[in-house]
């Protein structure tokens, strides 16, 4: 489409949400970047394996706005599960932690995101094969503290709903 010959013209990528995938498939030019966010969907395997490059943030478990979805949960997630280790290697650019604001204002975005964004980072930048969440409590725990001595009002790691006040006083007195 125009637009679309326009960004590219401007060697710029053109980034679209999996319906773009839905509606034009392999129709799309090859330099589009797809987005996985739909619960349960499959669009990055189909997308991966017809050549396309694609970024992972499914609903439901990476968007931070899911306040019931926890740090564990965030962590266990793989964004190339299905998909070849070479396409991953070269066509999953990444992923991302969504957060809407129809349910934040400034008094609790921070603990909304924080510490379970860290968990999605980890993730992301970790090897595939690092996915011990009982070794990983500790680097998320010590890292939300880090981040309340640094200003950031992260929420507890143990909350079962994010920004929910903390079980008990002294979580970051305990490291």
């Known amino acids: 489409g125009r637009v679309s010959d326009i960004v590219f013209g401007m060697n710029r990528s053109v980034t679209g949400w999996e319906e773009l995938w839905d509606h034009f ?22 997308a991966t394996a017809a050549g396309y490059r694609v970024i992972w943030s499914t609903d439901g ?16 997630q793989e964004p190339c599960t299905g998909i070849a280790d070479n396409l991953c290697d070269t066509l999953v650019l990444g992923g991302g932690g ?31 094969t690092v996915t011990d969440q009982k070794k990983a409590a500790p680097r998320i725990a010590y890292f939300r503290c880090l981040l309340n001595r640094r ?4 929420a507890p790691v143990n909350n079962k709903v994010a920004r929910q006040a903390p079980p008990g006083p002294g979580s970051c007195f305990d490291q």
């Open 61 to 76: 478990v990476w968007y931070l706005d899911g306040l019931s979805v926890t740090w564990e949960t965030m962590y266990q």
């Open 151 to 154: 200003g950031v009002g992260a």
């Open 25 to 46: 498939g392999t129709k799309l030019d090859k330099r589009t970047i797809i987005q996985q966010w739909l619960p349960g969907s499959t669009i990055a395997k189909q």
């Open 98 to 128: 969504e957060m809407w604001g129809e349910t934040v204002d400034t008094s609790d975005i921070q603990n909304t995101i924080w510490p379970r964004m860290a968990a999605i980072a980890e993730r992301l930048w970790s090897p595939r």
